[in-house]
């Protein structure tokens, strides 16, 4: 049946040269109501929930009375975008229809339009989701019976494609009706995930996909508070408006990009299909890949779909997909922005008649612009659908590939037009890896794969810049599942499993946990769910597969949606829930290992979401061949799951080693050989990062003082040097792990005393002696403030493609300027804090003035990818900063334990007690003790 309904929505909206028309099925009581006509102009938002509902269209338009109304298509399943005509923001329109006058009527079409999945999340107790629907968007329902427009009109906003090269924006921080935002959602952080060129900040990330074609700029100001009446987009977007209006900055920005609490909305996302508005969840202002997507609507780019209209978002190889993993765009989307282009155009017919096929070399999409293969295919409905080629390589910007099922493979797509105006879905038919032959399936879109006699043969090599493709016609001798070889291809059919593995392969299901299950960890084939929001759940293991604990890697969903998702060759081998509770969901965190025998297809598939029901007792699980190698989260809470799974090929007990399937260079190989050592002397000192399996480089920065900062190494610091009187000059010991931009904060002032000791006192206020980065974060750069570098403040950021722990820190020894200088926290661990002793007060000499002595705080980094995939090892340091061997042992422990047996003994025999005092507090007590005047002298001396 929704299929039947499918096909006559598709039939009943179309595009008549510049005329846009769409008309509810006959069957709809909405054609026997008394009918209203309207002339409007349309505010077309596309609703990003990344859930188990479809996206939804956010359409409305101001009547003659003035009021915005939202409008709701009947038949459409609340407005989901696939079976709506392409509308566009600003366009010009007439609908015919009428209001609905019944409140609940009206607010269970409301319930229709939302993603019922994160809804869920909003409802208070003995609400229906119509009910708090209602609640929250307060517009009143025109119910559309049919509507025409002109494609050519667009009010304001004009018609996007091709994307700009420079592109001006404000954001705005917004805290609407009491709502506000997180303590970390702060202007430093936004401006530098947005605006700097720094890695993983959108405005790099823009520049890599558009190859320098295009970049951002702009302000970022707020939090800014206001109260919409309604708690939609618009109206929202409306109050703002009126609050910014007479600021020159919102007047002159094309791009308005809106942040908001993550309790206000209902969406991930939100762009106006065409112009220029945004909007965005607080808990994802650090993905660049979401900005691509929003500003990707904005410039009228669809969704990056599987074969079929109802597989949104199942292109995850492009940023128009699901969220949140860092991608640029697949060919079709860079070509419609103008940022690749096609270097061969074939016809169908011109593939069959060939007697000995057609051989192409296809350039790596990343890092050339031409290289798009385009095929116009007979099967398809209309003579302006075409199937598109193009190998998605790593290098360019197609490296956020590395260690994910796309590298090395070549696209075969779908696209419903050939004019870069045409604002279709993009269909994602196959990926075929080399040495494979397949037959070329097309779609209609709806549910069925069309055979097209064509058939693709992916020659052998290892070159990620380009990649030899045979086209060849369909023999009737070939077989679906495995058909011979283009001649000449020297290629397979790809090989599958059949077997089934044994049920004893399988271990018993685990009892259901909170945070953490019992026992020992193993892959997981299978996962269970019960509770609110998924709050309880169990595990079911493969018992037959071994793993190498030596390449773990972790991955985690913090909000409501996205993916938790091994790279290529390993497998979930534990699922936990952190900060759990009752009722309350948790942050879903997968931990990752390679298996040591055997190996993995390649090619992933998705089960259906669940439970069907949300809060529902359910299981979900691989098939008998598969196992686990990700998660996606779809509703509020990560209360629905999608399981990724993917074959294991058995490969008998001989130990695999994983240094080329990961990419290590360095350190074990999971079989009791190596994959190669580091050198720590020379230009480019490195250590082996036993976790990652590469070399991390190790430098200094320049010096920062009160006259002069260092310069931004953007680098995470896993130690920190002093030099000159009172430490009047520091400098950070770094590790070469890139810092992300997108999350960027910094800390308080800190000195030896809070506020300003004395009135003769420079530079900023000091707020505390000890300096914590946020949550997640490490220190980066310093900056000195008054005499002697008295004050700091410290730049924190997330080590990239790594997460920082969150137990207690590891804190090190005091140290200043004398030998050596220097301070280091543990290999594995990085500087998340900085502590200043606190000044004496009865001393002669060496009183600790101007945060003289520091002592570090250090917590353990963990990587979420693992080899080759880990972009955040840097290859090369920065100019500023200066080759630097590592940090040898611990020799802080001794000396630091011997100075406080030294304090020990003399506050012992000065007569005072020691016991409930730090080493600071004893000098000063010693010095008290043995010279009365010394805090007299102590002060003349500041």
Sequence with gaps: MRRVIAIALLAALQTWGELVTWTAPQTEPVHRRLQQTLTVQLNVLKKDTFGTAPPKLDISFRDSSGRLVQASFFGTEGNTGRRLPHLRHGMNATIVGYEQSNAAQANALKEQMEDTGLLSGRVESGKTLAATAGDLDKRPVFEVASFTAESGTSGSNGRRMNAPAENKAIVVLFQPCGNTLQASVTQDRVRSALFSNNDNSFNQALSECSRGGSQFTGEVVGPIDGCPSSEDYFTTYEAIHALMTKDTRWQEARYKMMVLPSNWGGSIGVGTVGGGLTWYDERYVSDPVMYLHEVGHNWRLHHANGPYAYQEYQDTSSSMGYCCDMRCYNFLHSWQLGFSSYFRELSHSEILNSATGISLTIPALGSTAQSGVKILSDNSRSTDAYIVLSFRGTTGYDRHLIGTQYANKVQVSHWDGDNTQDAQPTHLLHTVARDQTILISDTDRVSSRLPTQLKMTVKSGSSSSSVDVLLCAKLLSDDENAPTPCSGGGATAPTTSTSTPPTSVLSEWSSYFESSPAGSSAPVAALGCKGQFCSSMRLRYRTDISFSTATGTRQEVAGDIGSAICQSSQVVTKVTCVNSGSGSGCTLVVECNSPTTGRLSGYQTEMSFFPGSLHATEDSSCPASAVLVGVRCASAQCGQKFLICEEYIAGGSTCVPHCSSLGWNCGDDGCGGSCGTCSSTG????????????????????????????????????????????????????????????????????????????????????????????????????ECSGKYCDNLQFHCAKPLQWKVGTDEPYVTGWFSEESPGRMDCPQGTVVTGVECQAVKTFCLTKCGDYCDNKRLRCRPIYPERTGAAILGVRTNLTSSVAPSPPASTSWWQDSWNTTKNVFSDLISKAGETASAVDGAQQSSLWWAAVFPLGWVMHNVNQ
């Excluded at 003082?705 to 009172?726: I, T």
């Excluded at 770094?734 to 030896?752: C, E, M, P, R, T």
Aim: aromatic residues 8%; proline residues 3%; negative net charge.
């Design 683 to 782: 230009t480019q000192p490195s250590f082996c990062h036993a976790n990652v399996g590469r070399c991390v480089q190790t430098g200094v920065s320049k010096w920062s003082s009160s006259s002069s900062n260092m310069s931004e190494p953007n680098l995470v610091a896993s130690g920190m040097g002093c030099d000159g009187r009172y430490c009047e000059s520091v400098q950070l010991y770094l590790l070469g792990i890139s810092a992300d931009a997108s999350n960027f904060q910094k800390s308080a002032w800190i000195s030896d005393n809070t506020g300003h000791r004395y009135l003769w006192n420079t530079g900023e206020s000091a707020e505390d002696r000890i300096a914590e980065c946020p949550t997640g974060t490490a220190i980066t750069f310093v």
